[in-house]
C-alpha cells in the first residue's frame, strides 16, 4: 500500500499498543515488530522513523533484548520510550545504573521541566507533568546529546541529538497522564521524521477492496458472523471486493440481545452478497439445559457454534478462502506467554480446522479497533453497528447466572434494553467502555401494590477501562441509576429487585460468568 511506515520495535513493556495506536492517531502508518527481528527485515519496511518502547527489563544484563547498533547508522530517526531511551543511551555510549534506593526510582505523575527548544516539546508548556515508571537512570548521556527534560529525582529525563535525528524519553508519552503526550509524538513524526500523514481511512478502503480483488480473483469466500463490530466491518469490505463471491453465515444461537439479530439481517441481507442467517435458538437451549457452571456453558456453546457453522459450510461446499475479522491486537499479543487461563474466551474466529477451505483471508488484521470502527462508517454500516460495545461470544448465556431457560433470557433482554436506552439517553453511552444488565440466580421477597412478591434481583454492571484487562466501575449518577431500576422492576414482570454492581476488576471480572 502506497503510505509512509513508522517502526515500533517491542521491548515487552506494557504500554506498547498505546504508542502504535497514537502514531496510527496522528495519521501516520506504523508496524510493531519485536526486538528481536533482522535489521534486514526491518529496513525491508522503508521506515521514516523508529520508536523503540519501553520494557521491563535492565539494559546492563546480559539476558536484556538488544539491539543491533548498525541501526544507528541508517540515518533514519528514532525516538527511545524508557526502556528504549536507556538502550539507545547505553549503545551509544552513555551510562544507564540502577537507581540507587527511591533517589532515581520514579512511578506514576511526575511534574517534569522541558526545553522549548527542543522540537519534541513545542506545543508544551516549560512545566508539565509526564507519567514515569523507572526503576534506572540515565546517568550520563551519549555524546552528541544534550539534556531537554528533567525532573526532582531524573535530571536527565529526555535527550537529544538533532544532529542525528535521535530522541530519548524517560517518561512515556503514550499515556494520558502525561500531558500533551501525543503532541509530543506528533512533532517527533511530523518535524523529525517528515511523515506526510497519509494514513487515512479513506485510501485504506479503496487499497483493500483493490488487493482483496487481487488475492481472491474469482475464488469463494465464507464468512462466519457475529453481528459484533469486527466481523460485520470485514463483511462489509469483503462484500464491497468481491460480493457475490461472499457468502456470510450468521449463526443466531438465540443468546443475543433485544433485536439484535434482526438488525444484522437488516443490514446484510440488504448488501450485495449471500447471507445465510441460521436461527439455532433450540439447539443451543437444548444443550444448555440443566447446565450451570460458567466454564461448562462456554464450552457448549463454543462447541455448538462449530457444529451448526461445519453443517452450513458443508451445504455450500468447497470455498477457497475462509474469511476472519482477526484484528492487529490479536496479531500483536499472539506469542503473548503463559498467562492463567480465567475464563475461555470464545469467539467466532477460530474455526478453521473444520471447514474446507484453501487460504485465511484476514482483511483487519493490521487494524486497531478504533481504526475498524472508521473503516465500518467509510463502508457505510449504521453506527450502532459499528460503535457497538464488546459482546461475549457466548452472549447472555453467561449473563443468566446459573441454568438459562428461554424464559430467564426474555427477561433479561427486557431488562438490559431498559438500562441500554436510559444510558444512551443520559449520553453515559459514549463515555464508558461496556455496560449490561445480568440476571442473577437469587430471589428474594418484595412488596408490589399490597402484595407479596418472591422474584429475581437483575444487576447492573458498567465498567470505564482501556484494555479490558483492568476495569473500574464506572460512576454513572444516582439519578439515572434510580430511572434504570424503577423502569425495570415496574415494566419486566419476575423481577422485583435491581442491584449495582461496584466491584473493579480485578478482582471481580467484567462478566459475570
Ligand atoms: P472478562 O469477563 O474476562 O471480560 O473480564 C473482558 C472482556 O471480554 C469480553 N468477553 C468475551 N469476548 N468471547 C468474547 O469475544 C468471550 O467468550 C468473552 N468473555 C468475555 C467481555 O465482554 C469484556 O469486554
Known amino acids: 500500500m502506497d503510505h509512509q511506515t513508522v517502526i515500533v520495535l517491542d521491548f515487552g513493556g506494557q504500554y506498547n499498543q498505546l504508542i ?36 521491563p527489563n535492565s539494559v546492563y544484563l546480559d539476558e536484556s533484548p538488544k539491539l543491533d547498533p548498525d541501526i544507528f547508522t541508517w540515518g533514519v530517526p528514532i525516538l527511545g520510550i524508557c526502556y528504549g531511551c536507556q538502550l539507545m543511551a547505553h549503545l551509544l555510549g552513555g551510562r544507564v545504573v540502577p537507581a540507587q534506593a527511591d533517589a532515581a526510582r520514579e512511578y506514576g505523575k511526575t511534574d517534569t521541566r522541558f526545553d522549548p527548544d527542543c522540537p519534541l516539546f513545542r506545543d508544551v508548556e516549560s512545566t508539565g507533568v509526564t507519567w514515569m515508571s523507572h526503576g534506572d537512570y540515565m546517568e550520563r548521556a551519549p555524546e552528541g546529546f544534550r539534556i531537554t527534560a528533567h525532573s526532582a529525582a531524573c535530571p536527565n529525563a529526555a535527550i537529544a541529538d538533532e544532529a542525528r535525528g535521535f530522541y530519548g524519553v524517560q517518561f512515556h508519552p503514550e499515556v494520558n497522564h502525561t500531558r500533551h503526550g501525543t503532541d509530543m509524538i506528533r512533532r517527533f513524526l511530523c518535524d523529525v521524521c517528515h511523515a506526510r500523514r497519509d494514513w487515512v481511512m479513506e485510501d ?12 481472491i480473483g474469482d475464488g469463494k469466500v465464507l464468512l462466519a458472523l457475529s453481528g459484533g ?25 438465540g443468546l443475543l440481545r433485544k433485536d439484535e439479530g434482526d438488525q444484522v439481517e437488516q443490514v446484510f441481507s440488504r448488501r450485495a452478497m449471500n447471507f445465510i442467517r441460521v436461527d439455532a435458538s433450540d439447539r443451543f437451549l437444548a444443550r444448555l439445559a440443566r447446565v450451570e457452571e460458567p466454564e461448562r456453558k462456554r464450552k457448549i456453546i463454543g462447541e455448538e457454534f462449530i457444529r451448526v457453522f461445519e453443517e452450513e459450510a458443508k451445504r455450500i461446499g468447497a470455498v477457497d478462502f475462509l474469511a476472519q475479522g482477526t484484528i492487529y491486537p490479536d496479531v500483536i499479543e499472539s506469542g503473548a506467554g503463559d498467562a492463567a487461563v ?20 484476514e482483511p483487519l488484521r493490521m487494524l486497531f479497533k478504533d481504526e475498524v470502527r472508521q473503516l465500518g462508517r467509510e463502508l457505510g454500516l449504521p453506527e450502532y453497528l459499528v460503535a457497538r460495545q464488546p459482546f461475549p461470544g457466548p452472549g447472555l448465556a453467561i449473563r443468566v447466572i446459573g441454568e438459562v431457560t428461554r424464559d430467564k433470557l426474555e427477561l433479561l433482554r427486557e431488562a438490559d434494553a431498559i438500562f441500554r436506552e436510559e444510558m444512551a439517553r443520559a449520553g453515559e453511552d459514549r463515555r464508558l467502555s461496556q455496560f449490561f444488565a445480568a440476571l442473577t440466580n437469587m430471589r428474594s421477597v418484595g412488596v408490589m401494590g399490597d402484595g407479596r412478591t418472591y422474584d429475581y434481583a437483575i444487576a447492573l454492571r458498567a465498567v470505564t477501562t482501556d484494555d479490558f484487562m483492568t476495569a473500574d466501575w464506572a460512576r454513572i449518577p444516582y439519578e439515572l441509576l434510580d430511572r434504570v431500576g424503577v423502569r425495570i422492576v415496574n415494566e419486566v414482570k419476575g423481577v422485583n429487585r435491581v442491584l449495582y454492581d461496584i466491584t473493579a476488576k480485578p478482582p471481580g471480572t467484567v462478566e459475570f460468568e
Open 342 to 361: 480465567i475464563k475461555s474466551h470464545h469467539n467466532v474466529g477460530g474455526l478453521p480446522d473444520y471447514v474446507d477451505f484453501k487460504e485465511i483471508v
Open 20 to 55: 502504535a495506536r497514537r502514531v496510527r492517531e496522528c495519521g501516520v502508518y506504523c508496524e510493531v515488530k519485536p526486538s528481536s527481528t533482522p535489521l534486514a527485515e526491518l529496513r525491508a519496511l522503508d521506515p521514516i522513523g523508529i520508536i523503540l518502547t519501553g520494557g
Open 204 to 215: 485504506y478502503r479503496r487499497t483493500a477492496v483493490q488487493d482483496l480483488r487481487e488475492r
Open 229 to 253: 463490530v469486527d466481523s460485520s466491518v470485514a463483511a462489509a469490505l469483503l462484500a464491497e471486493a468481491v460480493g457475490p463471491q461472499l457468502t456470510c453465515v450468521f449463526v443466531d444461537h
